[in-house]
């Protein structure tokens, strides 16, 4: 009898053991296809020009950091430093001036009743709506009359205007959640409602702030079509410079894939320090 | 000294629902005030205009005499402990029972004596550190009373605070509540749709229901002078017993028809019956009250006993009569047999009468009682 239900028991547990096998081997592969663009980028950056067009690939090779030697100080007469810092100011300062007006205009539509409320919301939510090269030349004319090209604060307020709308909206649902009696209760403390808003509404969605903040700075520190048009040196931000690479003289595929490198570490590093309050941020709204 | 003053307070809400409806109520200083009613009362809308929490309507609410209706909440100096206790999550208990001081700007090291002082008083102190989802729910709700009690307010709300707590909890935190209320001779209003609870602690009791207040009284006066028909049914351990009656008067004797009953009546109660002779009336008798006789009594109603259900040293005790079921309740080794023929008689001081409108005939003057 027991026997019996051993065996009852083993052959579902085998089955669901091959299918955990399955999902497992999917995912491996899955893997591979995602990290491969990022080992060939990391590899060539650190070979030297033979080896990167050697044919079979050279897989073992003496790593040499040469090439972000060059692209760092000696590429184009300047190297990317310059480009660097404009990405990581245009991308700072967006990224922080969104969250912070970003997550009143949601802590105001998530509490407060007024007329056009919805209406308010959804307006927000279309100007993402139309493709952003639908904008660009009315944003280059306003720039320009602003006098603003080839400025980081044109950039930054455009980013800032482009972000707006998604961290109004992850927000939105975060400060929704937040029992109102909490607030209440910090009403009736003797809290003010903007100290409400800084002492206990701003530190409860924190998770929904960081989630906000990565996907923002993702944006901001990849995006090119704004860049491109309304930056010349000044301003000039990583991808732009890195677009550029090829006319300049051929294709120095070293030193491209060296800044490649450059431009993907700070925001994995961002992503992947901040991953467990990512993770704890897109499951909060769902599950409560 | 803190005094509270409804005047013809009415809330509408902007969905149109009329939650509060021309409320008029005096709380004394250092009154311990219960209001009681069932959900959707409109009890918990008095407690929150009175917290600053929703706006009036119209009408005045004053404090100390002095009207209140535009001062913000923050301003009020009142304390408030919410249902669901309202804690900070992301502080922990310490930080929690300081908040409201913080918010004065009171210096750090003051705050931390009056903060231990209150964990004192309400055995917290080996919890200051731990964060409030960490904590059962009866400490839980003693933090939200320390954060109430650290502002040493004149006025204490409280929004059902035990209402999410265990039996056992709630019966030894509500003598505390009651007990910290003395202390500090407080004025406190106190809700909750519970009235064994609304009688442990309160000193008076207000009754309300589609929010008007129905009737204010100790908890003796509610049970024993209902002024209507809801408030006889609603404060009641068992059920009260609602059974068809009419009034015939017969060469200047009024006597009160239940079935083949003929209730006794005094002097003063046939004089009030006599004024609805014809009216279908409902007479109330609550179960407690029904005193079980020998069959054949006069004036007794006839019944036969179909159910008994044995609850503890009491007994619930079904009967059948010609007019409906009612139940009594009796001593167990005083219970009749199921089947058994009994008479149902009716104490005189024990009956309440209800006109088709629901108030009760013989209510002790209502005027006096209507809060």
């Known amino acids: 009898m027991s026997n019996d239900l051993a065996n009852k028991a083993a052959l579902p547990m085998a089955r669901s053991r091959g299918r955990a096998l399955l999902c497992y081997v999917i995912a491996f592969l899955f893997a591979v296809y995602c990290i491969f663009p990022f080992y060939i980028v990391i590899t060539t950056a650190l070979k030297n020009d033979r080896e990167i067009f050697a044919w079979p690939p050279v897989w073992l090779f003496h790593a040499t950091l040469a090439n972000f030697y060059d692209a760092l100080f000696v590429f184009g007469g300047q190297g990317a430093g310059t480009f660097i810092l404009n990405s990581i100011i245009t991308t700072g300062a967006s990224t922080v001036l969104s969250l912070v007006l970003g997550s009143m205009a949601a802590y105001g539509l998530a509490r407060f009743r007024f007329r056009g409320r919805r209406q308010l919301a959804f307006w927000i939510l279309s100007t993402r709506f139309a493709p952003p090269i639908a904008f660009v030349v009315p944003m280059y004319l306003m720039v320009l009359q602003l006098n603003l090209l080839d400025t980081h604060i044109a950039l930054i307020l455009i980013y800032t205007s482009m972000n707006l709308s998604l961290v109004i909206w992850l927000l939105r649902g975060f400060f929704a959640e937040i029992p109102i009696e909490i607030e209440e209760a910090a009403l009736v403390d003797g809290y003010t409602r903007i100290q409400i808003f800084w002492r206990i509404a701003v530190p409860l969605v924190q998770p929904g702030i960081i989630t906000a903040g990565v996907l923002v700075s993702i944006f901001s520190w990849n995006e090119f079509l704004f860049a491109s048009v309304l930056t010349q040196t000044n301003a000039q931000t990583l991808p732009v410079y890195l677009s550029g690479f090829s006319n300049a003289m051929g294709m120095a595929w070293g030193q491209y894939m060296a800044v490649g490198v450059i431009a993907l570490l700070p925001i994995s590093a961002v992503a992947f320090i901040l991953q467990r309050y990512l993770v704890r941020g897109l499951t909060f709204g769902a599950v409560r | ?371």
């Open chain 2, 1 to 371: 000294m803190p005094t509270i003053e409804f005047k013809a307070v009415s809330k509408v809400y902007a969905d149109g629902t009329h939650a509060v409806r021309d409320l008029s109520l005096f709380v004394q200083n250092r009154e311990f005030l219960c209001i009681l009613g069932p959900s959707g009362c409109g009890k918990s809308s008095t407690l929150r205009m009175l917290a600053g929490l929703e706006s009036i309507t119209s009408g005045e609410l004053l404090v100390d005499g002095i009207r209140v209706n535009e001062v913000p909440a923050r301003q009020r100096d009142m304390a408030m402990v919410f249902e669901n206790y309202a804690l900070y999550p992301h502080l922990d208990v310490f930080a929690n029972i300081a908040m409201p001081l913080s918010a004065k700007g009171i210096a750090k090291s003051e705050i931390r004596r009056r903060v231990e002082e209150i964990a004192e008083v309400l055995k917290l102190q080996g919890q200051m550190r731990q964060q409030p989802r960490t904590l059962s729910g009866g400490q839980r709700q003693r933090v939200a009373l320390g954060r109430a009690l650290i502002r040493e307010p004149r006025i204490f709300l409280m929004d059902e605070p035990l209402g999410h707590l265990e039996a056992y909890m709630r019966v030894e935190l509500r003598s505390e509540i009651r007990r910290l209320h003395e202390e500090r001779s407080a004025t406190t209003v106190y809700i909750t749709h519970d009235q064994e609870e609304a009688g442990a602690v309160a000193d008076r009791i207000v009754v309300m229901e589609q929010g008007r207040v129905q009737q204010s009284g100790r908890l003796t006066d509610l049970i024993d002078s209902p002024t209507n028909r809801f408030v006889a049914s609603f404060i009641s351990e068992w059920p009260i017993n609602m059974l068809p009656a009419t009034v015939t008067t017969n060469g200047g004797r009024t006597a009160l028809c239940v079935g083949e009953a003929r209730p006794a009546l005094t002097d003063c109660q046939a004089a009030v019956l006599s004024g609805v002779a014809g009216e279908s009336l409902e007479l109330g008798l609550r179960p407690e009250d029904v005193e079980l006789v020998p069959p054949g009594g006069p004036g007794d109603l006839p019944g036969r006993v179909i159910v008994v259900e044995p609850q503890g040293g009491m007994a619930v005790i079904v009967i059948e009569t010609s007019v409906g079921r009612l139940n009594a309740i009796a001593e167990t080794e005083r219970t009749p047999n199921v089947g058994a023929l009994i008479g149902v008689s009716f104490p005189p001081g024990r009956v309440h009468v209800f006109k088709p409108d629901g108030s009760n005939l013989f209510a002790r003057d209502p005027a006096a009682s209507k809060g």
